[in-house]
């Protein structure tokens, strides 16, 4: 039960639940200890967002708190789909100034989600704010993420940002960040009007890979999209904006 202090016997496994997965776990349990209950449940380890930032699975400095309690402080989301369209894996990127992280909203039993499950009463949106975000930090599919256990690990969510008077006066195509990359990436672009956006990434050869937005209505503002690269090879890479009568090309470098 919650509060008791344990005692596991059983083999620690860091390979493959998956082709995708590769998580540090307990396995073969072959006996369980309840040495005292009803103990004080551990604090949260407050980090920065840029302590776990986008790095890959290995790098001991992010490792080390895989699966442990875990808070960030003062949290601006800043892509509510860290995988960008068409896809949507339930994962939002946030930030406290020191760098982006992942935060996966499907799992837990909340009612936090980024339009992955709909079913859910509060749809969390680019731009929103929390003065807290807590939860376990696990890895999946190449990323780790915060994953919120229950409602009471979102605290202070601010929706109310009063953008008036605050809209782009011209289209933009910017830099991505970080540049180079590995795999993640994002792009920003701003939007004085609302557009039809077309966003495709090609290979040095003008070859298509990937298309991140394709023909979709875009309302006026400044937007950002999240690209990972995590099935491509080293290379320099073309990412072409197209939104109404504006075309913009920029050259970005994946460094695996």
Same mark, same amino acid.
């Given at each position: #039960?919650?509060?008791?202090?344990?005692?596991?016997?059983?083999?620690?496994?860091?390979?493959?639940?998956?082709?995708?997965?590769?998580?540090?776990?307990?396995?073969?349990?072959?006996?369980?200890?309840?040495?005292?209950?009803?103990?004080?449940?551990?604090?949260?380890?407050? %980090?920065?967002?840029?302590?776990?930032?986008? #790095?890959?699975?290995?790098?001991?400095?992010? &490792?080390?708190? &895989? /699966?442990?309690?875990?808070?960030? =402080?003062?949290?601006?989301?800043?892509?509510?789909?860290?995988?960008?369209?068409?896809?949507?894996?339930?994962?939002?990127?946030?930030?406290?100034?020191?760098?982006?992280?992942?935060?996966?909203?499907?799992?837990?039993?909340?009612?936090?989600?980024?339009? /992955?499950?709909?079913?859910?009463?509060?749809?969390?949106?680019?731009?929103?704010?929390?003065?807290?975000?807590?939860?376990?930090?696990?890895?999946?599919?190449?990323?780790?993420?915060?994953?919120?256990?229950?409602?009471?690990?979102?605290?202070?969510?601010?929706?109310?940002?009063?953008?008036?008077?605050?809209?782009?006066?011209?289209?933009? =195509?910017?830099?991505?960040?970080?540049?180079?990359?590995?795999?993640?990436?994002?792009?920003?672009?701003? %939007?004085?009007?609302? #557009?039809?956006?077309? =966003?495709?990434?090609?290979?040095?050869?003008?070859? &298509?890979?990937?298309?991140? %937005?394709?023909?979709?209505?875009?309302?006026?503002?400044?937007?950002?999209? /999240?690209?990972? #690269?995590?099935?491509?090879?080293?290379?320099?890479?073309?990412?072409?904006?197209?939104?109404?009568?504006?075309?913009? /090309?920029?050259?970005?470098?994946?460094?695996?």
């Amino acid at each position: #039960a919650k509060g008791d202090d344990v005692s596991i016997t059983g083999y620690i496994w860091d390979g493959p639940i998956s082709p995708t997965f590769n998580v540090t776990r307990i396995d073969s349990v072959s006996g369980l200890t309840i040495n005292s209950q009803n103990n004080p449940l551990p604090d949260f380890k407050v %980090l920065s967002t840029g302590d776990i930032g986008l #790095a890959g699975n290995g790098d001991p400095t992010k &490792e080390q708190w &895989e /699966s442990v309690l875990i808070k960030y =402080l003062n949290v601006t989301v800043t892509d509510e789909n860290a995988d960008g369209p068409p896809s949507n894996f339930g994962e939002m990127l946030v930030d406290d100034n020191s760098g982006e992280t992942r935060v996966e909203l499907e799992d837990g039993f909340h009612s936090y989600h980024n339009l /992955s499950d709909p079913t859910r009463a509060n749809y969390i949106q680019t731009g929103n704010a929390f003065d807290e975000l807590g939860g376990l930090l696990y890895y999946s599919f190449g990323n780790y993420k915060l994953v919120p256990r229950n409602d009471n690990d979102f605290v202070g969510w601010v929706t109310d940002v009063n953008e008036e008077n605050q809209l782009p006066e011209e289209f933009g =195509l910017f830099q991505n960040h970080p540049n180079p990359f590995n795999p993640s990436t994002i792009i920003n672009y701003n %939007l004085p009007v609302q #557009a039809n956006v077309t =966003l495709k990434i090609f290979n040095i050869l003008g070859q &298509e890979v990937k298309t991140l %937005l394709n023909n979709e209505i875009v309302p006026a503002g400044e937007h950002q999209v /999240s690209f990972n #690269a995590s099935g491509l090879p080293t290379g320099i890479y073309i990412y072409n904006l197209q939104a109404n009568d504006f075309v913009q /090309s920029k050259k970005m470098i994946l460094l695996k």
